[in-house]
């Protein structure tokens, strides 16, 4: 794929394989290439050869569903860190609780899905930002991309 991107960015003619690749991969957002019927023939057979074998169409949609499922499961346990950190607060009798049950939910996901404690970087953090990273703590696919967040809050 960084080949293909490669060639794009030189402003190359991709031969219909490459085309084929870049759209599987990127869909029709570019308008760098230009998609013949050749390249679109290609396309839609796959499709139809996807599409008729049930077997493929089963394993996609069960994958689709462990994955809606991996999200809901992930979220509910977001929500509950965030509901025992607000009771926390409530218990010591100070609003903190709720930040900190944030916190340890945000760094909790992090070091679960990207194996890295960055817990530190998020305790200093406002309110306000904290509440920002929660909103989009799902969104990001890197460490990098979470940090970069940060540093724009």
């Given at each position: 794929?960084?080949?293909?991107?490669?060639?794009?960015?030189?402003?190359?003619?991709?031969?219909?394989?490459?085309?084929?690749?870049?759209?599987?991969?990127?869909?029709?957002?570019?308008?760098?290439?230009?998609?013949?019927?050749?390249?679109?023939?290609?396309?839609?057979?796959?499709?139809?050869?996807?599409?008729?074998?049930?077997?493929l169409s089963?394993i996609a949609?069960?994958?689709?569903?462990?994955?809606?499922?991996?999200?809901?499961?992930?979220?509910?346990?977001?929500?509950?860190?965030?509901?025992?950190?607000?009771?926390?607060?409530?218990?010591?009798?100070?609003?903190?609780?709720?930040?900190?049950?944030?916190?340890?939910?945000?760094?909790?996901?992090?070091?679960?899905?990207?194996?890295?404690?960055?817990?530190?970087?998020?305790?200093?953090?406002?309110?306000?930002?904290?509440?920002?990273?929660?909103?989009?703590?799902?969104?990001?696919?890197?460490?990098?991309e979470i940090?970069?967040?940060?540093?724009?809050?």
């Open positions: 794929m960084s080949y293909i991107n490669h060639l794009i960015k030189e402003r190359k003619e991709l031969n219909d394989i490459e085309t084929a690749t870049y759209i599987f991969k990127n869909g029709m957002r570019c308008d760098k290439i230009s998609v013949d019927e050749k390249v679109m023939m290609i396309m839609k057979k796959k499709h139809e050869k996807f599409s008729e074998d049930e077997a089963w949609f069960e994958r689709q569903c462990g994955e809606w499922q991996h999200e809901g499961e992930k979220r509910e346990a977001f929500e509950d860190g965030l509901i025992q950190g607000h009771a926390q607060g409530h218990i010591e009798g100070h609003a903190l609780g709720i930040d900190e049950g944030k916190i340890e939910m945000i760094a909790l996901y992090i070091q679960t899905r990207f194996n890295v404690d960055i817990q530190k970087d998020i305790q200093l953090l406002s309110s306000e930002k904290l509440e920002k990273l929660k909103e989009n703590i799902y969104t990001f696919n890197t460490i990098e940090k970069e967040f940060m540093r724009n809050l």
